[in-house]
């Protein structure tokens, strides 16, 4: 009766272990799971990061641009109404 309950005993020690090792295994792997996550999560964020400073200095060159376009068309209404007041053009 001892040999038994030993042997059942062992049995059962022997079932845990397998399932403790399982576990371990299946634990790893989410947590493992999760890291490669997060790693590709910060990568995507770099990415952004660096795609929105791009994005801003792209818009700052446009403002300036379009400043520059609003000075030439404002020096070239102004010559416009000059050469106007100064030449009668016939028009059709």
């Known amino acids: 009766m001892v040999a038994a309950a030993a042997a059942f005993s062992v049995v059962r020690f022997v079932r845990l272990l397998r399932i403790a090792r399982e576990s371990s295994q299946a634990f790893g792997d989410a947590v493992e799971a999760v890291a490669l996550g997060a790693e590709r999560a910060a990568t995507r964020g770099e990415q952004l990061s660096r795609s929105s400073a791009r994005l801003e200095r792209s818009l700052d060159e446009l403002r300036v641009s379009r400043a520059r376009l ?23």
Do not use: C
Request: hydrophobic letters at 50%; a positive charge; aromatic letters at 8%.
């Open 70 to 92: 609003q000075v030439l068309l404002t020096a070239w209404s102004e010559s416009r109404s000059a050469i106007r007041g100064l030449v009668f053009i016939p028009r059709k």
